[in-house]
């Protein structure tokens, strides 16, 4: 399918994106600049994607009724999970019916689940992993943590950006982790999976790229993440030339076993040249968003071109780069972020402003982009312009 026709029309392309927040909104840009329509679809309204999508949808994505109702209504070419709260079983049968699900609705069943993506990681590949159990209730729950030892990481299977996510690092943090848990979870309520911690040097994201001309890696994204939530990434995270062999290895065994067209984020732990299997995600990555400088194409520009059937060819690195996520704490509809004028003062400094409607708790609303002559400097210089913005909660 390498024709896209005048949008609006018989031959046009449509997309449907499941999730509008700040990644999604990326893709539907670099899906309009190639001439198709978009519908953004997520749970509330004025979501990041919805401000330049074609048209907007409102509904709960986790009901299959409403989730199917939508789907064939809108009749979409290309369907696109942009967040794990979907109910995914749901987009299984509708590929079965000759819809198309980028990448393929079996990966994101696999990877809205961290249940089904681990024991395809671990027990099907053989990848290595952290050690982990399986819990649905507290009795197997507390069985779990004593298996797999304290300290240890709690999570919900479906949960992202660290919500229901801790840490037990004593026995009296078991109920209080357990609890963390279910009231995190994307889906409510449920089951959960305790992971043992992995002794590692550094944690990288490899965004890995399946196109019809082949897979293709950018260069290693290094990130530093708080309570499970991303916060600071850079371009390129320095690797001895084994250790990326192996990371490369990886990504490629596991977006092969997934398959589909687009971009994954491939996340893994490095110890030396030992290289541990941790998560993936079958969209672009949150920690990627430093491509929007780093690279010729963004992970956004090359999931787009992927998932429409066109090729991706040898991606040109820019140089060393970083992004600072701004993170806004506090319970208010009208936030206000200034003094941009000195944020951006500095050469080599980007910005992007999600514009997302409201905050509860904390919440993304902005990232910080810069670029240098090294790594180092780059996350420096994103640091200090981080350090100039004013944020007014109203």
Known sequence: MSKIGSKWTSCGRKAMLLGSGELGKEVALELQRLGVEVVACDKYANAPAMHVADKALVFNMLDPKALRENIEREKPDHIIPEVEAIATQVLVELEKEGYNVTPTAHAAYLTMNREGIRRLAAEELGLMTSPYRFASDYSEFVDAVAAVGIPCVVKPIMSSSGHGQSVIKTQDDIERSWRIAQEGGRAGAGRVIVEGFVDFDYEITLLTVRSIAGTTFCEPVGHIQVDGDYRYSWQPQAMAAEAKNKAQEIAGKITSALGGYGIF?????????DVIFSEVSPRPHDTGMVTMISQDMSEFAL?????????????????????????VEGESSCIEIGNLEKV???????MRIFGKPEVKGHRRMGVILATADTVEEAR??????YGKLEIDIH
């Not at 999931?303 to 993170?327: C, D, K, M, T, Y």
């Not at 951006?344 to 980007?350: A, I, R, S, T, W």
């Not at 420096?380 to 312009?385: I, Q, V, W």
Request: no cysteine; net charge negative; charged share 30%.
């Open 265 to 273: 984020g491939v996340e893994l732990f490095v110890k030396g040249d």
């Open 303 to 327: 999931h787009a071109r992927a998932l429409l059937g066109l090729p991706v060819p040898e991606i040109r690195f820019f140089g060393p780069s970083a992004s600072r996520a701004v993170v």
């Open 344 to 350: 951006l003062e500095e050469p080599g400094v980007q």
């Open 380 to 385: 420096e210089k994103a640091e200090r312009a």
